[in-house]
């Protein structure tokens, strides 16, 4: 009798020790990114049944993706960023400062050649790193939110490119970087600029997903006082995030100047909304803690979709805000339900898990769902 009460405990606390696992099927499925993709697909389905000749073809794809590709970078940082449950209003005016700076400093050089180009491209990166650490120190030391200092960096660097310029776009950009950068091909019909925005891509899926850095990134956005007890320097890291994405933000600014050969200061009014809306739309939380590149680049691709689409088929382009703006309110929704039901003890819709591992019973709530 003594040996059936001890060993059915035993037999009771076998499931909790060892839990039956979701399906990996059935975990893709649920996982937001992945329900974006979807939707991306009938997007592009729709418009190639409408406009079968004008949409569904090679130069078409080419140009969609080549006008992606700009903010995809832009997206990598706002994506580190918006998991530590912060905010970057300002990278469409630091891109468009970096972008003034690189032109004047590669006028002040001359020339037409590589050593001019790169000359602008470190310049610009430099810059937009300064004004991300600048945004970092004022976030983390000075404790002023988010919201206020990017909104105050977006006006200063906006009011900044304006008095060096004079209101005047610059137009003068090294031959070689609309050639090789702007206008230029890799191989076949592939452009440079995609090329260069996919390493920036694999380099931010990397970084977020398989480095202490990632790591570190998904506590601070998770439990921002728990990062702390456990070791992080939350201060630290929370400046190393903003200079980051203010780097990205530079880089973006000088392959701007290279695409549209011009500083095209009042062009940017509506990037940071868009990257926003783009990384909010691929799953990233607002509240912080989860996040995935991949879902990043899938939210970037339905506005750019959406703008040609509509081109294409007759239909003015400002339906694309409506359907936008209703898929972001759909996405998150999405996100508030799947934090909720976290909240009730129900399994985890994320299927990625900081460092790779999975969470215990003991660990509290999944990253992304904590408060």
């Given amino acids: 009798m003594s040996a059936s009460t001890t060993t059915q405990p035993t037999a009771a606390a076998e499931p909790d020790s060892a839990p039956a696992k979701t399906p990996l099927v059935r975990r893709v499925l649920r996982l937001q990114a992945f329900q974006i993709l979807l939707v991306l697909l009938v997007i592009i389905i729709v418009f190639s049944t409408l406009a079968p000749?004008?949409?569904?073809?090679?130069?078409?794809?080419?140009?969609?993706?080549?006008?992606?590709?700009?903010?995809?970078?832009?997206?990598?940082?706002?994506?580190?960023?918006?998991?530590?449950?912060?905010?970057?209003?300002?990278?469409?005016?630091?891109?468009?400062?970096?972008?003034?700076?690189?032109?004047?400093?590669?006028?002040?050089?001359?020339?037409?050649?590589?050593?001019?180009?790169?000359?602008?491209?470190?310049?610009?990166?430099?810059?937009?790193?300064?004004?991300?650490?600048?945004?970092?120190?004022?976030?983390?030391?000075?404790?002023?939110?988010?919201?206020?200092?990017?909104?105050?960096?977006?006006?200063?660097?906006?009011?900044?490119?304006?008095?060096?310029?004079?209101?005047?776009?610059?137009?003068?950009?090294?031959q070689v970087m609309q050639d090789k950068i702007g206008y230029g091909n890799v191989f076949?019909?592939?452009?440079?600029?995609?090329?260069?925005?996919?390493?920036?891509?694999?380099?931010?899926?990397?970084?977020?997903?398989?480095?202490?850095?990632?790591?570190?990134?998904?506590?601070?956005g998770s439990n921002e006082e728990s990062a702390r007890r456990v070791g992080v320097r939350v201060d630290a890291h929370l400046i190393k995030i903003y200079a980051l994405s203010g780097l990205l933000a530079g880089f973006a600014g000088v392959l701007s100047l290279a695409q549209f050969s011009t500083t095209a200061i009042a062009g940017q009014s509506q990037t940071n909304l868009n990257v926003i809306a783009a990384v909010v739309i691929g799953g990233t939380s607002l509240f912080g803690g989860f996040g995935t590149i991949f879902g990043t680049v899938v939210g970037l691709f339905i506005p750019a979709v959406l703008q040609n689409g509509f081109v294409i088929v007759g239909i003015q382009p400002f339906w694309q805000q409506v359907a936008v703006g209703a898929v972001l309110i759909a996405a998150v929704y999405v996100d508030q339900v799947r934090r909720a039901s976290a909240a009730r003890g129900r399994p985890t819709r994320s299927l990625l898990r900081p460092g790779g591992r999975k969470q215990s019973r003991n660990e509290g709530p999944p990253e992304g769902d904590a408060a």
Avoid at 207 to 217: D, P, Q
């Fill in 53 to 174: 000749h004008n949409f569904a073809n090679l130069s078409n794809a080419r140009q969609i993706v080549q006008n992606a590709s700009i903010l995809a970078i832009l997206g990598v940082g706002m994506t580190f960023v918006i998991i530590t449950s912060g905010i970057d209003l300002s990278i469409g005016s630091v891109m468009v400062f970096s972008g003034v700076i690189a032109a004047k400093v590669m006028i002040g050089v001359g020339g037409d050649g590589w050593s001019t180009a790169l000359i602008g491209i470190v310049a610009s990166t430099v810059t937009g790193l300064l004004w991300g650490v600048v945004n970092g120190v004022l976030i983390a030391k000075a404790k002023i939110p988010p919201l206020i200092v990017t909104l105050g960096s977006l006006g200063m660097a906006l009011g900044l490119a304006q008095i060096l310029t004079h209101g005047v776009d610059i137009r003068q950009v090294p």
């Fill in 188 to 220: 076949g019909q592939v452009p440079t600029l995609s090329i260069i925005a996919l390493v920036v891509i694999a380099i931010g899926m990397v970084v977020l997903h398989a480095t202490r850095f990632g790591r570190y990134t998904y506590a601070v």
